[in-house]
């Protein structure tokens, strides 16, 4: 069996994947700030992580996968500032927009999802650590990371420190701050004293709250250990967040924080970052108003995670298309359990997508077992090892649906329709067929076309035509209402 390869950002080279303990796998995932809707850029990320900690399941890995939720934050004071609200407002109704995009998008929940407001107490011991070790210090109410202690500053994102001080400038509240309270730069905020009235806790330095570099350092510490397998997150993440992460972990501990870090690119919309300041997104709700939930993974997962994707309505349109071959093909599977069709609703489907296929069981799982689902296997296999290459891996799911197509014996035709449904459910495929669900806004137009139909006939005195179209209406539920040559509708 091959061994899956990932590209790690620290080394900048694609290596073999070798968990630290055995067969378990660590693996956190940053987590959403959650102060606005999230947007397609973010629901790529946690689709991208979702895969990954599906695909290292298949693999007979023992995964325990954490994302967390930043719930104290500037942009969520500042958010709260402008709505009226308290920061644990906004920070509540985000996160509960969140769960339910990622639930829409059939992104499983991590293993543990810490929230930042639950670990302060342990922030600010990490911060009175660090302070005691020497690479911290207190400055009127509040404490900056001693960039200068720690050597190995910038190893993750490979920065001069030129690079460093430009980057230094977003990390610091404002430009009397740079000049009085650090003594470089690019140091940056552990623990940030409040103003009067502002979210706070008690502290040995004053009233205030944690930066947010130090939440990831010490969320990871406590639910994952010191050193752990995979840190992941959006490439923007690099510097300063997880460069800072790196400082306060292994300042602290005197070991790695993370022996692989992954980091996916980003969503462009002409060229540019897909971002809340660029004004430019789409948010997961408006896209899933006029797309299903796997148009929009087979859109993100049609390009490997380290390349960006350029958005637009039109590559959208064209992933719904593709999506539809894989749904015509997968109709034919028949689940191997009951006999019956894949079921693609409710609990039934809850079920399937949970209990997927290992690589242990999928050639016993495999109905056909013949030289073309063999060949298939590997190719999707060998795709997904390579730093899990969803690319490359879905354009075998499409060559698959192509043999469903063409092939004659109906058992086999059934068979790789059924192994083509249990590898697109391992990407987070649901294979909902929603070819044929109607949305309100259509059904209004197609009985506002009727009703129009109808007048016509009257018009051209076709009486019968038109009580016909009246009691089908009927039938159907709509009832009619002719009053003063105009015809209105309601739900009978
Ligand atoms: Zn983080």
Redesign the pocket.
Known sequence: MHSINVHNTLTGKKEPFVPLNGNKVMMYA?GPTVYDMSHLGHARMTMVYDVVQRYLRFSGYDVTYVR?ITDVDDKIINRAKALGKTPEQVAREYTYTFWHDMHCLNVQPPDYEPKATEFIELMIQFTKELIEKGHAYESAGDVYFDVASFKEYGKLGKKSLEDLLVGARDQVRSQEDLADKKKSPADFALWKSAKEGELAWSSPWGQGRPGW?L??STMTKHVLGETFDIHA?GED?VFP??EN?IAQSEALHGKPMSKYWLHNSFVQVNSEKMSKSEGNFSTIQELLAKFSPDTIRLFALQTHYRNPIEFSIEALTASRTALGRILRAAAFAVNSQNGKSFETTGQALLEQTKNQISKATAESLDPVKDETTKQFRAAFIEAMDNDFNTAVAISQLFALADKVFVEKDEAKRQGYATVLVQFARLLGLTLVDTRKQIDSHTVEQIVNLVVELRQNARSNKDYATSDLIRQRLTDAGVSLMDTAGQTTWEKA
Do not use: A, V
């Open positions: 940053c967390n570099h939440e990831c997150g993440l967040h997880h992460e």
